[in-house]
């Protein structure tokens, strides 16, 4: 098994430009979910999902997007890429409840907004 | 609101050295206090998961344990190879789904 699974390992975007970020998992995983993480905080949760065709905010969901059509992948989306949203965004996913269950991550996106 | 916060900052050890990291919390509700170890450039790797108070857990020179208000990572004899950033994260009753992490500890061991 490769576990989570994410491309781009990294990125540059110029102010406006959008981009998906894509996430893979072949656990087989119910739950996904996407963090981002900036310098001395913690992870914060942008969108997670409970399975196929079914999404709902996290903590910072402004400026992103998901879908999730299948049970592999979970990708997001950056529309109107402002600086705000430099970070490393990690995708993760979760056999059941994810409240309860260990969360298993990817190696993360490193993103930088000019 | 669940809180959770993590000291401290950055620890420096001399292998061998033993210390206590810790994660207090506040929350409505424990569903489950969860341990990651962060390595620069990686993505958070699964170490403990503990449930209710007065439960430890132990995985090589790491042991977790877990009181109604915080949770030690205890490093006993530590290497090297154990320099990290060391993650401590909350489930609540309140937020179905959701983990709320503290910023972590950074942790350098010199040989």
């Known amino acids: 098994n490769a576990g989570v699974t994410q491309t781009p390992k990294f990125r540059i975007l110029k102010i406006g430009q959008s981009m998906t970020l894509q996430c893979t998992q072949d656990?087989?995983?119910?739950?996904m979910y996407w963090y981002r993480q900036d310098p001395g905080m913690g992870l914060k949760l942008i969108y997670y999902?409970?399975?196929?065709?079914?999404?709902d905010k996290g903590e910072v969901p402004n400026g992103y997007n998901v879908s999730r059509s299948t049970t592999e992948d979970f990708p997001l989306r950056l529309e109107l890429a402002a600086p705000s949203q430099t970070s490393v965004y990690f995708c993760?996913?979760?056999?059941?409840?994810?409240?309860?269950?260990?969360?298993?991550f990817g190696p993360g996106t490193r993103l930088t907004v000019l | 609101e669940d809180q959770v916060t993590q000291s401290p900052e950055a620890l420096r050890l001399q292998e061998g050295e033993s210390s206590s990291l810790n994660c207090s919390y506040t929350?409505?509700?424990?569903?489950?206090l969860f341990w990651y170890r962060q390595d620069p450039g990686k993505g958070p790797e699964f170490l403990f998961t503990?449930?209710?108070a007065g439960e430890e857990k132990e995985k090589e020179r790491l042991k977790a344990t877990l009181t109604k208000k915080e949770s030690f990572l205890h490093i006993t004899a530590p290497k090297p190879e154990d320099s990290a950033t060391y993650l401590c994260?909350?489930?609540?009753?309140?937020?179905?789904?959701?983990?709320?992490f503290g910023a972590g500890t950074q942790v350098v061991v010199t040989p």
């Open positions: 993760a996913s979760s056999y059941e409840r994810g409240a309860t269950d260990t969360q298993y």
């Open positions: 656990m087989n995983h119910n739950y």
């Open positions: 503990l449930y209710s």
């Open positions: 929350v409505s509700g424990l569903r489950g």
């Open positions: 994260a909350v489930a609540s009753t309140d937020s179905w789904g959701k983990l709320q």
């Open positions: 999902s409970v399975g196929a065709g079914i999404t």
